[in-house]
């Protein structure tokens, strides 16, 4: 920086150090957490809509931090991916998820599914094909009971390298599933290059869906389009009775949201699968 006039130089100067240095605690902190394994997963349940079972789960990642309190993945993942942590903590959350399932499928329930988010960032360097190979093999879950969610934006990055690791994945046995879908760029084009199993509908769409028309014609839209091509699909952010009435009306097989259940602490999530057995 140069100086540019008295005073105004040592005030921002003095701004922008406050703002970086609080950006460095945050870091550290976030590094002390991975590395001292204190991260924790919440687990949402993810409903068939025509039975309302749970069929599977969606793991979100959590951090208590000791002064600051819980702190929202939304603001610490994307910190993560631009201080280089993300892989670290990607590869602790698929460990973490895949040994948890296990517990859950060991305790009767082994046709659970579990659903892992994958950053752009962590194919980058491909080290996610081993983080997810040795998930498998330290918990011994089938790799069809594993889903990996990836947002459209996984796609934008160096399309060949990316599709060779997702080419890769899909050998393994896992599944893949684009989260948020219709809020990337879609160009649908990857939808011939690789083979996903399942679409999640963006919540932004499923929210207004009872009294927006355009946001209902686009949920039509993205269901049929799912369907055609023979994958399965799930609404997020379903918050009403209302909705999720409409969404088995338009025939949409999967949904996610707080009318059925907020992401859970794993011995919650287990009471409510206990809940669901016939006995
Ligand atoms: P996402 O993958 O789209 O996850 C769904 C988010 O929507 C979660 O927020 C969930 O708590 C919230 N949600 C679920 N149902 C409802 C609902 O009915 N209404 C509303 N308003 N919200 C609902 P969360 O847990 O704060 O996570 C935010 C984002 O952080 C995730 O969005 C995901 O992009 C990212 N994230 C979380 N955990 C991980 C992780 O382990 N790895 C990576 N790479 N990203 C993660
Ligand atoms: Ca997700
Ligand atoms: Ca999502
Ligand atoms: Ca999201």
Known sequence: AKRNGRGTYQFANAT???????????????????????????????????SGRIVGTEALCRWDHPERGSIPPGLFIPIAEDCGLIEALGGLVLRKAALQLRAWHDAGHPELMM??????????????????????????????????????????????????????????????????????????????RIKFDKIKIDQSFVRDLIDDPDNAAIVRGVISLALSL?????????????????????????????????????EVFAQRLQSLRPS
Request: glycine share 6%.
């Open 230 to 266: 023979g994958l399965a699909v799930l609404a997020e952010g379903v918050e009403t009775e209302e909705v999720a009435q409409r969404l088995r009306h338009l025939q949409c097989t999967y949904a996610q949201g707080y009318h059925f259940d907020r992401p859970l602490r794993p």
């Open 115 to 192: 659903s892992v988010n994958l950053s752009a960032r962590q194919f980058q360097r491909g080290v996610v094909l081993k983080q997810v190979e040795d998930a498998l093999a330290i918990s011994g879950i089938s790799p069809d009971r594993l889903e990996l969610e990836l947002t459209e934006s996984v796609l934008l990055h160096d399309g060949e390298a990316v599709m060779a690791v997702l080419r890769r994945l899909k050998a393994l046995g896992v599944k893949l599933s684009i989260d948020d879908f219709g809020t990337g760029y879609s160009s649908f084009a990857y939808l011939r």
């Open 16 to 50: 922008m150090n406050e703002a970086a240095l609080e950006r460095l605690r945050i870091e550290a902190a976030l590094r002390t957490a991975i590395e001292s394994d204190t991260l924790r997963l919440e687990y949402q349940p993810l409903i068939h809509l025509p």
